[in-house]
């Protein structure tokens, strides 16, 4: 172990220079905080070394996405050494990727705030993090400060750009990594490359894209977009932008998941969560990755009132990307949401040519009265829809075929049961209890609805 305040300060600076603190970034510390260096009160002993290995440690099972392992291994490393920023840092974006957004926050705010060591790293992490929880003006203002202060630090400076591209800022992305002293590493090249080619400076897009190593984690894109300019292609992506990130590096899978997931079972159509920018860009890009396939991300898209989903729906209904039936769906969401005049035809691509095309929507008004439960049998009933939304299929059988033993004129009870049967990839059984409703209420909207869907 090694003790006291020395032994920080003779250490390796943590900004990347190579020189110890005392003689690097001490005096900027002191002049800039108008304290010395963070050394907890309770701190009687600590130990670089292990910090810095623990921290390492950390990283690799976080590549491996080992995220509870990596979470410890950066917290013995916090324990080690409390005045590295590294392991806050680490720990606050393993945070994040687990899907905790609020406790990532707190995690980086707090490093932050309590240590009055440069964080280049964890100012531009933090940027991601608002950007999830909604909080896009504090994001904003603190790309504008990442803006004003480079980092001078490769995996930092990285960090700053990732800051700067979510908000397209394609010349600062460009300017601070033409300014940077140090080795450009595959990661700069790259946001460096995509940043030229949003400026329209195609030479110097290609002369950064094509440094970007087979080693690198974003050689496959790097590749893919400077082949798209070597052809003389355009980016073909639904804003006719080039995307510095792909679905992965938007926003993690677990927080993904837990956003959709909020927002459909929110009752007033998923609320301030579905005008979230970073939701809005990821199924964007879900759209620009699989080519617009899935209706079902488009039809997610067009709940959002955000002024960048609206705009790409118009793009997809007026541009050639996607299929006849796409562009015809993101049509029917223009009419419906009232951005286009259902009185006005407009031109579409469909079936190989442009045609003027209009829309006659279907109304439905089903002045009935719905079917009902009795009483000792809702507890199921809610059980078994529960089940249904969470996705846990099979126990979904199980629970809808109880409570038709039950209630065998409850129609409602077929469909939802033809609904868990299509997903679990038995269309011919999912037929039988569609057409069970039909024939217990004709008037059943939900039945030829579904029933016309199977069929497609």
């Given amino acids: 172990m090694r003790s006291s305040r020395n032994t920080f300060m003779y250490a390796p600076c943590r900004c990347g220079s190579g020189r110890k603190y005392k003689f690097c970034c001490s005096r900027k510390d002191r002049e800039s905080k108008g304290a010395a260096p963070f050394i907890p009160d309770d701190l009687v002993t600590f130990d670089l070394e292990a910090g810095e290995r623990l921290n390492n440690e950390g990283m690799a099972l976080l590549g491996r996405y080992q995220l509870e392992a990596a979470a410890r291994a950066f917290r013995e490393s916090i324990k080690a050494a409390p005045v590295m920023p590294s392991p806050h840092n680490n720990l606050a974006l393993t945070t994040f990727v687990m899907g905790d957004i609020a406790e990532a926050i707190r995690l980086q705010e707090k490093i932050l705030r309590e240590s009055p060591l440069d964080n280049h790293f964890g100012e531009a992490n933090i940027v991601h993090f608002y950007l999830a929880a909604g909080r896009e003006k504090e994001a904003e203002r603190k790309a504008d400060a990442i803006e004003r202060d480079d980092a001078h630090e490769q995996s930092a400076l990285g960090k700053q750009c990732e800051a700067l591209a979510r908000f397209g800022r394609h010349r600062a992305v460009l300017d601070k990594v033409r300014r940077y002293q140090g080795v450009v590493d595959g990661t700069l090249h790259y946001f460096a490359g995509m940043a030229a080619a949003n400026l329209g400076d195609y030479t110097t897009a290609l002369d950064h894209l094509l440094r970007v190593s087979r080693r690198e984690p974003r050689y496959k894109s790097a590749a893919r977009f400077a082949k798209r300019i070597q052809s ?225």
């Fill in 232 to 456: 003389g292609q355009g980016p073909g992506t639904i804003e006719d932008n080039w995307p510095y990130f792909d679905v992965a590096n938007i926003l993690p899978r677990e927080v993904f998941i837990r956003m959709v997931r909020e927002a459909e079972g929110n009752s007033d159509d998923g609320g301030e969560l579905m005008q979230r920018r970073l939701l809005v860009e990821m199924l964007i890009a879900w759209l620009d990755e699989f080519d617009l396939k899935s209706r079902e991300t488009l039809e997610l898209l067009g709940r959002s009132r955000h002024p960048r989903a609206i705009k790409a729906i118009e793009k997809i209904a007026q541009g050639m990307l996607g299929s006849d039936e796409i562009r015809l769906t993101a049509m029917r969401m223009l009419y419906e949401q009232g951005v286009w005049d259902e009185r006005k035809p407009h031109k579409i691509w469909l079936k190989g040519k442009w045609v003027a095309a209009e829309y006659r929507g279907a109304k439905i008004d089903p002045e009935r009265a719905t079917a009902e439960i009795d009483p000792e049998s809702e507890p199921l009933y809610l059980e078994a829809l529960a089940a249904t939304r969470e996705e846990q299929f099979e126990r979904a059988e199980i629970l809808w075929r109880r409570l038709l033993a039950r209630s065998p004129d409850f129609h409602p009870g077929y469909h939802n049961l033809a609904v868990v049967l299509i997903h679990l990839e038995r269309p011919d059984e999912a037929e039988t209890c569609l057409r069970k409703a039909l024939a217990i209420d004709p008037n059943y909207i939900f039945g030829p609805c579904t029933l016309s869907t199977l069929y497609l």
